[in-house]
Protein backbone atom coordinates (compact mmCIF):
# COMPACT_ATOMS: atom_id res chain seq x y z
CA UNK A 1 0.00 0.00 0.00
CA UNK A 2 1.43 3.41 -1.19
CA UNK A 3 1.25 5.43 2.08
CA UNK A 4 0.64 8.78 -0.18
CA UNK A 5 -2.91 7.65 0.52
CA UNK A 6 -2.63 6.99 4.11
CA UNK A 7 -4.23 10.47 4.79
CA UNK A 8 -5.43 10.78 8.20
CA UNK A 9 -7.13 13.52 8.76
CA UNK A 10 -9.91 13.50 5.75
CA UNK A 11 -12.79 15.28 5.19
CA UNK A 12 -15.94 12.88 5.71
CA UNK A 13 -19.36 13.64 4.81
CA UNK A 14 -20.36 11.45 8.08
CA UNK A 15 -18.26 9.77 10.75
CA UNK A 16 -19.26 6.61 9.03
CA UNK A 17 -17.16 7.67 5.66
CA UNK A 18 -14.10 5.46 4.43
CA UNK A 19 -10.58 6.29 4.93
CA UNK A 20 -8.83 6.78 1.66
CA UNK A 21 -6.20 3.93 2.93
CA UNK A 22 -9.04 1.57 2.93
CA UNK A 23 -9.93 1.14 6.57
CA UNK A 24 -13.34 0.51 6.42
CA UNK A 25 -15.82 3.13 7.93
CA UNK A 26 -12.16 5.06 9.55
CA UNK A 27 -13.35 2.98 12.91
CA UNK A 28 -10.79 -0.06 12.51
CA UNK A 29 -7.55 0.54 10.68
CA UNK A 30 -6.39 -2.93 9.97
CA UNK A 31 -3.27 -3.10 7.26
CA UNK A 32 -3.26 -5.50 4.86
CA UNK A 33 -0.39 -8.42 3.90
CA UNK A 34 -0.22 -8.71 7.84
CA UNK A 35 1.57 -11.30 8.95
CA UNK A 36 0.97 -10.85 12.38
CA UNK A 37 -1.57 -12.96 14.86
CA UNK A 38 -5.20 -11.86 13.53
CA UNK A 39 -7.24 -13.27 16.45
CA UNK A 40 -7.35 -10.40 18.69
CA UNK A 41 -8.59 -8.54 15.83
CA UNK A 42 -11.95 -10.60 14.97
CA UNK A 43 -12.04 -11.03 19.15
CA UNK A 44 -11.79 -7.12 19.51
CA UNK A 45 -14.59 -6.55 16.71
CA UNK A 46 -17.07 -8.25 18.96
CA UNK A 47 -16.12 -7.12 22.26
CA UNK A 48 -14.17 -3.77 22.19
CA UNK A 49 -16.89 -1.93 21.91
CA UNK A 50 -18.81 -3.36 24.97
CA UNK A 51 -15.59 -3.41 27.21
CA UNK A 52 -14.39 0.47 25.91
CA UNK A 53 -17.71 1.89 27.93
CA UNK A 54 -16.39 0.68 31.33
CA UNK A 55 -13.85 2.89 33.27
CA UNK A 56 -10.68 1.30 32.63
CA UNK A 57 -7.82 2.28 35.05
CA UNK A 58 -4.08 1.98 34.97
CA UNK A 59 -2.77 -1.45 33.90
CA UNK A 60 -0.17 -4.06 34.56
CA UNK A 61 0.80 -7.20 33.35
CA UNK A 62 -0.95 -9.83 35.11
CA UNK A 63 -1.58 -13.78 34.62
CA UNK A 64 -3.83 -14.46 31.45
CA UNK A 65 -7.64 -14.74 31.76
CA UNK A 66 -8.72 -18.49 32.63
CA UNK A 67 -9.61 -20.77 29.29
CA UNK A 68 -13.66 -20.18 29.99
CA UNK A 69 -12.88 -16.54 28.96
CA UNK A 70 -11.39 -17.17 25.86
CA UNK A 71 -13.72 -19.71 24.71
CA UNK A 72 -16.65 -17.42 25.16
CA UNK A 73 -14.26 -14.42 23.28
CA UNK A 74 -13.74 -16.86 20.17
CA UNK A 75 -17.63 -17.69 20.33
CA UNK A 76 -18.09 -13.89 20.03
CA UNK A 77 -15.70 -13.26 17.47
CA UNK A 78 -17.05 -16.55 15.44
CA UNK A 79 -20.31 -15.44 15.64
CA UNK A 80 -19.24 -11.52 14.27
CA UNK A 81 -17.04 -12.66 11.60
CA UNK A 82 -17.90 -11.17 8.72
CA UNK A 83 -17.48 -14.05 6.18
CA UNK A 84 -20.78 -16.30 8.39
CA UNK A 85 -23.90 -16.97 6.63
CA UNK A 86 -26.98 -16.30 8.30
CA UNK A 87 -27.88 -19.90 8.35
CA UNK A 88 -24.56 -21.17 10.50
CA UNK A 89 -25.94 -23.29 12.55
CA UNK A 90 -23.99 -21.44 15.48
CA UNK A 91 -27.28 -21.84 17.63
CA UNK A 92 -27.02 -25.93 17.75
CA UNK A 93 -26.49 -26.19 21.39
CA UNK A 94 -29.30 -23.91 21.46
CA UNK A 95 -32.45 -25.54 22.74
CA UNK A 96 -34.33 -22.67 20.58
CA UNK A 97 -32.40 -23.03 17.60
CA UNK A 98 -33.24 -23.63 13.95
CA UNK A 99 -31.79 -26.79 14.19
CA UNK A 100 -33.59 -28.29 17.43
CA UNK A 101 -36.92 -26.73 16.04
CA UNK A 102 -39.70 -29.43 14.26
CA UNK A 103 -39.81 -29.99 10.81
CA UNK A 104 -42.88 -28.93 9.46
CA UNK A 105 -45.30 -31.45 8.48
CA UNK A 106 -46.54 -32.88 5.15
CA UNK A 107 -49.72 -31.53 5.24
CA UNK A 108 -49.00 -27.90 6.16
CA UNK A 109 -50.11 -25.56 3.76
CA UNK A 110 -48.24 -23.78 0.86
CA UNK A 111 -48.01 -20.66 2.99
CA UNK A 112 -46.91 -22.60 6.18
CA UNK A 113 -44.23 -23.89 3.73
CA UNK A 114 -42.56 -20.90 2.73
CA UNK A 115 -43.01 -19.43 6.52
CA UNK A 116 -40.98 -21.88 8.02
CA UNK A 117 -37.96 -21.39 6.58
CA UNK A 118 -38.04 -18.15 7.52
CA UNK A 119 -39.61 -18.64 10.78
CA UNK A 120 -36.44 -20.99 11.34
CA UNK A 121 -33.95 -18.02 10.07
CA UNK A 122 -35.03 -15.72 12.26
CA UNK A 123 -35.03 -18.27 15.49
CA UNK A 124 -31.01 -19.29 14.46
CA UNK A 125 -30.57 -15.72 13.90
CA UNK A 126 -31.91 -14.73 17.20
CA UNK A 127 -30.29 -17.41 18.93
CA UNK A 128 -26.90 -16.56 17.17
CA UNK A 129 -27.05 -12.85 18.54
CA UNK A 130 -27.72 -13.97 22.13
CA UNK A 131 -24.95 -16.63 21.85
CA UNK A 132 -22.40 -13.40 20.61
CA UNK A 133 -23.72 -11.44 23.77
CA UNK A 134 -23.48 -13.73 26.41
CA UNK A 135 -19.86 -14.14 24.67
CA UNK A 136 -19.07 -10.11 24.73
CA UNK A 137 -20.67 -10.08 28.07
CA UNK A 138 -18.10 -12.54 29.93
CA UNK A 139 -15.15 -11.32 27.97
CA UNK A 140 -16.22 -7.78 29.10
CA UNK A 141 -16.22 -9.00 32.86
CA UNK A 142 -12.87 -10.53 32.42
CA UNK A 143 -11.56 -6.95 31.21
CA UNK A 144 -13.32 -5.25 33.96
CA UNK A 145 -11.69 -7.66 36.00
CA UNK A 146 -8.16 -7.51 34.62
CA UNK A 147 -8.60 -3.57 34.98
CA UNK A 148 -9.26 -3.95 38.26
CA UNK A 149 -6.72 -6.18 39.25
CA UNK A 150 -4.31 -3.51 37.43
CA UNK A 151 -5.72 -0.42 39.05
CA UNK A 152 -5.27 -2.78 42.91
CA UNK A 153 -1.50 -3.22 41.98
CA UNK A 154 -0.98 0.15 40.93
CA UNK A 155 -2.35 1.84 44.32
CA UNK A 156 0.11 -0.67 46.38
CA UNK A 157 3.01 0.53 44.50
CA UNK A 158 5.14 3.68 46.12
CA UNK A 159 4.45 5.89 43.04
CA UNK A 160 7.71 7.91 43.21
CA UNK A 161 8.65 5.05 41.26
CA UNK A 162 7.16 6.15 38.70
CA UNK A 163 9.43 9.20 37.57
CA UNK A 164 12.05 6.78 37.55
CA UNK A 165 11.17 6.63 34.00
CA UNK A 166 13.18 9.91 33.27
CA UNK A 167 16.17 8.00 33.22
CA UNK A 168 14.23 5.58 30.51
CA UNK A 169 13.48 8.39 28.32
CA UNK A 170 16.40 10.83 28.40
CA UNK A 171 18.23 6.87 27.42
CA UNK A 172 15.65 5.97 24.79
CA UNK A 173 14.42 9.04 23.22
CA UNK A 174 16.75 10.75 21.39
CA UNK A 175 15.02 13.75 20.33
CA UNK A 176 14.15 15.42 23.58
CA UNK A 177 13.49 19.43 25.38
CA UNK A 178 14.93 20.80 27.88
CA UNK A 179 12.40 22.70 29.87
CA UNK A 180 12.81 24.96 32.72
CA UNK A 181 11.53 24.40 36.18
CA UNK A 182 9.36 27.51 35.36
CA UNK A 183 7.72 26.20 32.45
CA UNK A 184 7.25 23.01 34.43
CA UNK A 185 5.02 24.35 36.67
CA UNK A 186 3.22 26.44 34.32
CA UNK A 187 2.32 23.44 31.52
CA UNK A 188 1.34 21.24 34.82
CA UNK A 189 -1.23 24.25 35.44
CA UNK A 190 -2.59 23.70 32.26
CA UNK A 191 -2.98 20.45 32.19
CA UNK A 192 -4.78 19.97 35.15
CA UNK A 193 -6.95 22.75 34.28
CA UNK A 194 -7.80 20.38 31.04
CA UNK A 195 -8.08 17.38 33.02
CA UNK A 196 -10.50 19.19 35.69
CA UNK A 197 -12.86 20.71 33.01
CA UNK A 198 -13.57 17.06 31.50
CA UNK A 199 -14.06 16.19 35.16
CA UNK A 200 -10.69 14.30 35.67
CA UNK A 201 -9.41 16.92 37.86
CA UNK A 202 -8.81 13.64 40.35
CA UNK A 203 -7.05 12.21 38.10
CA UNK A 204 -3.79 10.69 38.90
CA UNK A 205 -1.31 7.27 39.68
CA UNK A 206 -0.89 7.52 35.53
CA UNK A 207 0.91 8.90 32.82
CA UNK A 208 -0.40 11.77 30.53
CA UNK A 209 0.83 13.42 27.41
CA UNK A 210 0.56 16.90 27.04
CA UNK A 211 0.77 18.51 23.51
CA UNK A 212 0.87 22.20 23.43
CA UNK A 213 -0.21 22.87 19.68
CA UNK A 214 0.98 26.96 19.78
CA UNK A 215 2.93 27.57 16.19
CA UNK A 216 6.26 29.55 18.85
CA UNK A 217 6.14 26.12 20.66
CA UNK A 218 5.16 22.90 19.37
CA UNK A 219 6.43 20.50 22.05
CA UNK A 220 4.80 17.16 24.10
CA UNK A 221 5.48 16.70 27.34
CA UNK A 222 5.03 12.99 29.59
CA UNK A 223 3.61 13.89 32.97
CA UNK A 224 2.86 11.97 36.03
CA UNK A 225 1.68 12.52 39.68
CA UNK A 226 1.43 9.92 42.43
CA UNK A 227 -1.77 11.62 44.34
CA UNK A 228 -5.05 13.65 42.65
CA UNK A 229 -3.17 16.41 45.50
CA UNK A 230 0.53 16.53 44.01
CA UNK A 231 1.49 18.21 41.13
CA UNK A 232 1.69 16.78 37.81
CA UNK A 233 5.70 16.22 37.52
CA UNK A 234 7.47 16.19 34.09
CA UNK A 235 8.97 12.82 32.62
CA UNK A 236 10.13 14.34 29.56
CA UNK A 237 9.55 16.14 26.60
CA UNK A 238 10.36 16.59 22.59
CA UNK A 239 9.53 18.29 19.47
CA UNK A 240 6.24 17.80 17.67
CA UNK A 241 4.72 18.70 14.36
CA UNK A 242 0.78 19.62 14.69
CA UNK A 243 -1.06 20.71 11.68
CA UNK A 244 -0.69 23.46 9.13
CA UNK A 245 -3.49 25.28 7.93
CA UNK A 246 -3.22 27.25 4.95
CA UNK A 247 -3.49 24.12 2.12
CA UNK A 248 -6.64 21.76 1.41
CA UNK A 249 -6.84 18.47 3.53
CA UNK A 250 -5.17 20.77 6.55
CA UNK A 251 -6.70 21.04 9.51
CA UNK A 252 -5.73 23.20 12.90
CA UNK A 253 -5.51 20.37 15.46
CA UNK A 254 -7.87 20.72 18.20
CA UNK A 255 -7.20 20.98 21.46
CA UNK A 256 -8.79 18.82 24.52
CA UNK A 257 -8.49 15.70 26.32
CA UNK A 258 -8.69 12.48 23.91
CA UNK A 259 -8.89 8.83 25.37
CA UNK A 260 -6.72 6.76 23.89
CA UNK A 261 -9.08 3.44 23.41
CA UNK A 262 -8.90 0.12 21.63
CA UNK A 263 -12.83 1.69 20.18
CA UNK A 264 -10.11 3.41 17.86
CA UNK A 265 -8.38 0.53 17.33
CA UNK A 266 -4.23 1.10 17.09
CA UNK A 267 -2.31 -0.11 13.73
CA UNK A 268 1.45 -0.21 12.63
CA UNK A 269 3.31 1.47 9.92
CA UNK A 270 3.98 -0.35 6.90
CA UNK A 271 6.93 1.75 5.88
CA UNK A 272 5.87 2.14 2.05
CA UNK A 273 7.39 5.56 0.50
CA UNK A 274 4.72 7.91 -1.60
CA UNK A 275 5.68 9.71 -4.63
CA UNK A 276 8.06 12.06 -2.98
CA UNK A 277 9.70 8.96 -0.75
CA UNK A 278 8.48 10.01 1.96
CA UNK A 279 7.46 7.40 4.67
CA UNK A 280 4.57 9.06 6.15
CA UNK A 281 3.65 7.28 9.30
CA UNK A 282 7.54 6.77 9.74
CA UNK A 283 9.82 3.46 10.04
CA UNK A 284 7.99 0.14 9.33
CA UNK A 285 6.42 -1.28 12.27
CA UNK A 286 6.02 2.39 14.25
CA UNK A 287 2.87 2.70 16.19
CA UNK A 288 0.10 5.27 14.94
CA UNK A 289 -1.74 6.01 18.22
CA UNK A 290 -5.05 6.26 17.20
CA UNK A 291 -8.20 8.63 18.75
CA UNK A 292 -10.82 8.35 16.22
CA UNK A 293 -13.04 10.91 14.71
CA UNK A 294 -13.02 14.34 15.79
CA UNK A 295 -14.19 17.90 14.88
CA UNK A 296 -11.45 20.13 13.78
CA UNK A 297 -10.77 23.66 12.56
CA UNK A 298 -10.17 23.65 8.63
CA UNK A 299 -7.14 25.03 8.05
CA UNK A 300 -8.34 26.00 3.89
CA UNK A 301 -11.30 27.92 2.30
CA UNK A 302 -13.27 29.76 4.35
CA UNK A 303 -12.49 27.56 7.31
CA UNK A 304 -15.57 26.29 9.48
CA UNK A 305 -15.61 22.79 11.25
CA UNK A 306 -15.63 19.14 9.20
CA UNK A 307 -14.35 15.87 10.75
CA UNK A 308 -10.88 14.37 10.98
CA UNK A 309 -9.21 10.83 11.97
CA UNK A 310 -7.12 12.20 14.78
CA UNK A 311 -3.72 10.54 15.27
CA UNK A 312 -0.68 10.67 16.99
CA UNK A 313 2.38 8.78 15.12
CA UNK A 314 6.15 9.06 13.95
CA UNK A 315 6.99 10.19 10.56
CA UNK A 316 9.71 10.19 8.07
CA UNK A 317 12.80 9.62 9.84
CA UNK A 318 15.17 11.52 7.64
CA UNK A 319 13.19 13.83 5.94
CA UNK A 320 10.45 15.20 8.27
CA UNK A 321 11.60 14.41 11.72
CA UNK A 322 14.28 16.86 11.86
CA UNK A 323 11.58 19.24 10.84
CA UNK A 324 9.71 18.53 14.46
CA UNK A 325 9.41 21.97 15.66
CA UNK A 326 6.92 23.73 13.70
CA UNK A 327 3.65 23.28 12.74
CA UNK A 328 3.61 20.71 9.32
CA UNK A 329 1.54 18.29 9.56
CA UNK A 330 -2.43 17.96 8.17
CA UNK A 331 -3.68 17.89 11.57
CA UNK A 332 -2.64 14.90 13.45
CA UNK A 333 0.35 14.86 16.19
CA UNK A 334 3.58 13.91 14.53
CA UNK A 335 6.74 12.57 17.26
CA UNK A 336 9.75 11.52 16.87
CA UNK A 337 10.61 7.58 15.88
CA UNK A 338 12.30 7.23 19.18
CA UNK A 339 9.25 8.37 21.31
CA UNK A 340 6.82 6.13 19.41
CA UNK A 341 9.02 2.73 20.31
CA UNK A 342 9.07 4.12 23.64
CA UNK A 343 5.54 4.99 24.14
CA UNK A 344 5.33 1.81 22.83
CA UNK A 345 7.01 -0.23 24.69
CA UNK A 346 6.22 1.10 27.95
CA UNK A 347 2.25 1.13 26.88
CA UNK A 348 2.30 4.57 28.19
CA UNK A 349 -1.29 4.74 27.12
CA UNK A 350 -1.94 1.30 26.70
CA UNK A 351 -4.55 1.52 29.95
CA UNK A 352 -7.40 -0.12 28.21
CA UNK A 353 -5.60 -2.48 25.83
CA UNK A 354 -3.33 -3.61 28.38
CA UNK A 355 -6.21 -4.48 30.64
CA UNK A 356 -8.12 -6.40 27.55
CA UNK A 357 -4.38 -8.29 26.84
CA UNK A 358 -4.66 -9.07 30.55
CA UNK A 359 -8.34 -10.81 30.37
CA UNK A 360 -6.53 -13.29 27.65
CA UNK A 361 -7.93 -11.84 24.53
CA UNK A 362 -4.48 -11.04 22.25
CA UNK A 363 -4.49 -7.82 20.53
CA UNK A 364 -1.94 -8.11 17.36
CA UNK A 365 -1.09 -4.72 17.90
CA UNK A 366 0.66 -4.99 21.55
CA UNK A 367 4.18 -6.39 21.03
CA UNK A 368 5.02 -9.49 22.90
CA UNK A 369 8.19 -8.19 24.15
CA UNK A 370 6.76 -4.63 25.39
CA UNK A 371 7.31 -4.03 29.18
CA UNK A 372 4.07 -2.11 29.58
CA UNK A 373 3.82 0.03 33.07
CA UNK A 374 1.96 -0.31 36.01
CA UNK A 375 0.96 3.67 35.98
CA UNK A 376 -0.11 2.95 31.91
CA UNK A 377 -2.68 6.06 31.30
CA UNK A 378 -5.12 6.71 28.19
CA UNK A 379 -5.05 10.26 28.01
CA UNK A 380 -3.53 13.01 25.07
CA UNK A 381 -4.35 16.51 26.12
CA UNK A 382 -4.00 19.39 23.37
CA UNK A 383 -3.54 22.63 24.23
CA UNK A 384 -2.95 26.28 23.51
CA UNK A 385 -0.08 28.30 25.60
CA UNK A 386 -0.96 31.41 23.72
CA UNK A 387 2.86 31.58 23.47
CA UNK A 388 3.90 34.80 21.21
CA UNK A 389 7.33 34.21 21.40
CA UNK A 390 9.80 31.42 20.79
CA UNK A 391 11.13 29.76 24.43
CA UNK A 392 14.86 29.12 23.75
CA UNK A 393 14.28 25.47 25.14
CA UNK A 394 12.03 25.20 21.71
CA UNK A 395 14.21 26.14 18.87
CA UNK A 396 12.93 25.92 15.23
CA UNK A 397 14.38 23.65 12.80
CA UNK A 398 17.73 24.98 11.14
CA UNK A 399 16.69 26.85 8.04
CA UNK A 400 19.35 24.70 5.87
CA UNK A 401 17.21 22.00 6.86
CA UNK A 402 14.01 23.30 6.10
CA UNK A 403 15.19 24.04 2.71
CA UNK A 404 16.32 20.58 2.23
CA UNK A 405 12.09 19.53 2.03
CA UNK A 406 10.15 22.60 -0.12
CA UNK A 407 6.42 22.39 1.25
CA UNK A 408 5.30 21.27 -2.06
CA UNK A 409 6.65 17.98 -1.38
CA UNK A 410 5.11 16.95 1.86
CA UNK A 411 1.60 15.52 0.94
CA UNK A 412 2.22 12.91 4.35
CA UNK A 413 0.13 13.20 7.52
Known amino acids: MNEAKLSCPLVASSRGAELENGHVSGRWPYRRNDARPRRGRAVAMAVCWTVCTVC ?24 AAPGASKGQAVATAAPGSAASAPKPSSASSPADALASPAAAASTASAAEAASAAEAA ?52 QRLQAALAEKGLGALARQYVVLVDRNPNVQALFLYFRGNPTDSWALIGASPVSTGLPGRYDHFVTPIGVFDHSPQNMDFRAEGTLNENGIR ?12 GWTDA ?21 EKLEPLLGIRHSKGCVRI ?27 LWVLHADRATTPWAGRYLVVVDSGATTRP ?22
Open 280 to 291: GYGARDMRIFDF
Open 137 to 188: SAASAAVAAAAKRAADVAAHLDPRDALKLRDQFESDVTRRLAVPPADQQAYA
Open 392 to 413: SWSPQPKREIRARMPDAADTAD
Open 56 to 79: LWPAVTLAAAPAPVLAAAEAAAKA
Open 297 to 317: ERGWGKGGMSSMRFQMHATDP
Open 336 to 362: PNSLDRFLDHHGILDAQYQAIADAGIA
